[in-house]
């Protein structure tokens, strides 16, 4: 998944937000810096398969990202500023609702 992300998005962060969403599996979250971004996205989500509707079975597994500005910070204000947190907070809430047992993120048409 990181491959994935450092391809599509630019070079990875060391910083790393580490197990936000209580439970199985631990979802972490991850920044790709680019030159006119930053993009948060979560690593663990797509371990455990979500419950889809019928037809939609190819999208068991996913993962979130969020762009940003390229002057985001990355440092531990991302956790304890509310000014700044609000990306990773999000994150974390999307990313519990499948553990929750809420049935699956799925666009519809």
Not at 4 to 10: S, Y
Not at 16 to 37: E, F, M, R, T
Not at 68 to 87: G, Q, S, V, Y
């Amino acid at each position: 998944m990181r491959t994935f992300f450092r391809h599509a998005f630019g070079d990875l962060d060391d910083f790393v937000v580490a197990d936000l969403v209580k439970g199985s599996p631990d979802v972490d979250i991850h920044i790709a810096k680019s030159s006119n971004c930053k993009t948060f996205f979560t690593v663990g989500m797509s371990l455990k398969p979500m419950n889809v509707p019928v037809g939609l079975e190819a999208y068991r597994l996913a993962e979130l990202y969020i762009q940003l500005a390229d002057t985001w910070p990355t440092d531990r204000r991302i956790i304890d500023n509310e000014d700044w947190n609000w990306p990773v907070q999000w994150l974390k809430n999307v990313a519990a609702f499948p553990t929750d047992k809420v049935p699956a993120l799925v666009a519809r048409t």
